[in-house]
């Protein structure tokens, strides 16, 4: 079973903080993504990326960046963390490029005080 | 531009019956729809897909029908259970490798 593994389930940080949210895949995936839930907002994607160190804006960037240096781990960073920024964040990552199946973490639950 | 969208936030349906969520979309041509469940504290989890040019696809107790002239597409699941009591997405999947979400109808059924 493909296992997408993020490291904390709750985190509570302070206005100004630097913040980093760690996932990591075990299957070798070349895609990996980064979303945030949010009531009545659905899923909405904030940053991708389709290869080691390559990286792409999604729908909701600002104020976030990546780092994808190995193939298995992609970390979402809040530079300066601001109350807006408190949701459910969900990594998830899919084989290749033209698979639909999306594989996810169980979420870190981000609040920002 | 919300290319996918889910009217109703909620459902509740009785055990033994049939459960049926709605998605409408805009712009799409040649593309996938898929739906994922979302149990709580938990990721979405991959149930269904439906090419652009076929109107049914089916799977178990679920179904997905596609009418593009109405560019609507629902997600029926019969008989419901119990455990299919969760948030269902709708999702579009377009470029190769973009996915996007509707805002999720949550699913209660009944005892």
């Known amino acids: 079973d493909v296992k997408v593994t993020q490291s904390s389930r709750y985190l509570v940080k302070r206005t100004g903080e630097k913040v980093f949210l760690e996932c990591v895949q075990d299957m070798d995936h070349e895609n990996m993504f980064w979303y945030r839930q949010d009531p009545g907002l659905g899923l909405r994607l904030i940053y991708f990326s389709y290869d080691v160190k390559m990286k792409e804006k999604g729908d909701i960037p600002e104020g976030y960046s990546v780092s994808r240096e190995k193939k298995e781990r992609f970390s979402l960073i809040l530079e300066s963390a601001s109350t807006n920024q408190t949701s459910m964040y969900l990594c998830a990552s899919s084989p290749a490029m033209g698979n639909e199946k999306l594989f996810f973490g169980s979420g870190t639950q981000l609040s920002v005080l | 531009d919300q290319q996918v969208k889910q009217n109703s936030p909620s459902l509740s349906v009785q055990e033994g019956r049939i459960s049926i969520l709605n998605c409408d979309y805009t712009?799409?041509?040649?593309?996938?729809f898929l739906w994922y469940k979302k149990y709580p504290a938990e990721g979405p989890t991959f149930l269904i897909s439906?090419?652009?040019?076929?109107d049914k696809n089916e799977d178990g107790r679920f179904t997905v029908f596609l009418n593009k002239s109405a560019k609507h597409l629902s997600l029926h699941i019969v008989p419901s259970q119990p455990g299919d009591s969760a948030v269902y997405f709708c999702v579009k999947f377009y470029n190769f490798n973009k996915f996007y979400f509707g805002s999720g109808t949550k699913l209660n059924v009944k005892p």
């Open positions: 712009n799409s041509m040649f593309d996938y």
């Open positions: 439906i090419s652009s040019i076929k």
